[in-house]
């Protein structure tokens, strides 16, 4: 069965600090999503990997993506407030299945 | 251009009751799909279309049923409440189609409480 881990759950960080969220998940899968929630709201894209080594980048956000290792990573640098939100990181359980499994969010707060 | 609307954005039940979840998009994608989400589980995904006419269960569809009778439309009926579906949920769309990228585009959600 697909699981889709993420750490830290809760990560508190300074402005201008860096720091990297780590997603895991237990099965084959060669297309991984990021997606951002800000509190009571919708969730909205960030970045899609499509492939091993697939390196993404959005202003203070990176992503990349080892197949091999079943691990992606969304690397924040030089903190600022307004990235505190809760980050999904989501796999497609076998290509072509449109079923995806969410990972359970790293709730990031970025302090002043 | 609306992306996806999700009507209504609260609602109260009382256990037994029945009620439709409504989800349109307006971007002609083939693929929709309905998630709950609850605290510290992120989102989990009930049902899924892949067009107009076909539909397929996700990894909790007990206690709800869908329909895709058009392909803007992706109501979610919920047959009996019961406490535990108690959560908020969120309707989504993608264009889908082999070696599309597949990125969903969410709903403002909905959230529902049982009592």
């Known amino acids: 069965e697909l699981k889709v881990e993420q750490n830290p759950l809760f990560l508190s960080m300074q402005e201008g600090k860096n720091y990297t969220i780590y997603c895991n998940y237990s099965t084959t899968s060669d297309r991984l999503y990021w997606y951002r929630q800000d509190p009571g709201k919708s969730l909205e894209s960030l970045f899609v990997l499509l492939s091993n080594g697939a390196v993404k980048q959005e202003g203070r956000l990176m992503a990349s993506l080892d197949t091999k290792a079943r691990l992606s990573t969304l690397h924040i640098t030089a903190a600022v407030h307004d990235l505190s939100a809760t980050y999904f990181c989501?796999?497609?359980?076998?290509?072509?299945?449109?079923?995806?499994?969410f990972g359970t969010g790293t709730r990031l707060k970025v302090l002043a | 251009n609306a992306g996806v609307t999700q009507t209504p954005k609260f609602q109260v039940l009382k256990t037994g009751q029945s009620m439709t979840l409504q989800c349109a998009q307006d971007?002609?994608?083939?693929?929709m799909s309905w998630y709950r989400q609850d605290p510290g589980m992120g989102l989990r995904l009930i049902h899924y279309?892949?067009?107009?006419?076909?539909?397929d269960q996700g990894e909790v569809p007990n206690g709800y049923n869908v329909s895709r009778s058009t392909t803007e439309d992706f109501p979610l009926r919920l047959l009996s409440a019961a406490p535990s579906q108690t959560s908020v949920y969120f309707c989504?769309?993608?264009?889908?189609?082999?070696?599309?990228?597949?990125?969903?585009?969410f709903g403002a959600g909905t959230r529902l409480s049982v009592l």
């Open positions: 971007m002609n994608h083939e693929y």
């Open positions: 279309s892949v067009g107009a006419g076909i539909t």
């Open positions: 989504a769309s993608s264009y889908g189609g082999v070696g599309a990228k597949n990125i969903q585009y």
């Open positions: 989501a796999v497609e359980r076998g290509r072509g299945t449109y079923k995806y499994i």
